[in-house]
């Protein structure tokens, strides 16, 4: 008696866990919003790429404060993508895009940064004002000493050549 009352309480938990499930999958449709680059100027292009099924449907939209509202595309395997282009007169700092899909909305805050001018790339390590005094006189001595060194070998061969008749 008790093994069966065990049996059906676990069959129910079962039943009920594997019909809760696709229903909460289907709540957290749209899930994610990505967008590229995190840091862009203004008049910047931004793409903006969202997961859920909900997001393929005509009418599906992404919002925000620092560009149009844009519409989204069908990418495939459950995405959507909509690229849009930043305000002139875009506030300087972080920003905030909601997606519209299927009834339901999703805000995903600080999704990107808008600066003022264009994004510094830094030299990376380079350099544009070419060798400098020191690297000159560097280059100088190892010059130098392989041409002393050079000279010296072949002095020697000569010699040693010079002794045997050759």
Known sequence: MRTTRALAV???AGAVVGLAAPTASAWADP???VA???VIPR???LTVTVDGKSCQAVGSKITSDAFPDTHLKHMGSGTASANTTIYQHATPGAHSITVH????????PDAFT???GGVRGGLGGSSDTGATSTDMAIGGVLVAAAVVGGGVFWMRRRAENAGRGF
Not at 101 to 108: E, H, N, P, R, V
């Open 43 to 45: 008049g910047g292009q």
């Open 101 to 108: 899909c299927g009834g339901k909305t999703l805000t995903k």
């Open 10 to 12: 676990a069959v129910t």
């Open 114 to 116: 808008v600066i003022h």
């Open 31 to 33: 899930s994610n919003i």
């Open 36 to 38: 590229m680059p995190s």
